[in-house]
């Protein structure tokens, strides 16, 4: 599912228009990932959690050359679901 296709199923459950959906969709996603960038963790009860991890430098292998190289560290972002939706996900049809 595309954003798009997010807009449009969140818009027939509530009756809002495209344009309001899609505002509210943008400032739930801004808002996330303004506290993800300040380096809060974001909890959506009932659906999952964010929190950004810091992945360690570390030795790799270029796959064109095969010569070693050293992958940088970062930042990222990692989601966990929550009990409801890994039962959603995990229940039989």
């Known amino acids: 599912m595309n954003k798009n296709q997010l807009v449009n199923y969140a818009r ?3 009756g809002a228009t495209t344009s309001e959906t899609q505002k509210h969709l943008s400032a739930i996603l801004d808002a996330i990932t303004y506290a993800l960038k300040n380096g809060d963790d974001v909890t ?6 964010f929190k950004v991890k810091h992945r360690k ?3 790799g292998t270029n796959p064109s050359s095969g010569k070693k190289m050293t992958i940088p560290s970062k930042k990222v972002v990692f989601f966990k679901a929550g009990k409801p939706v890994e039962e959603a996900v995990n229940a039989t049809r």
């Open 12 to 14: 027939q459950i509530t």
């Open 44 to 49: 959506i009860t009932g659906f999952g959690s």
């Open 57 to 59: 430098e570390k030795q």
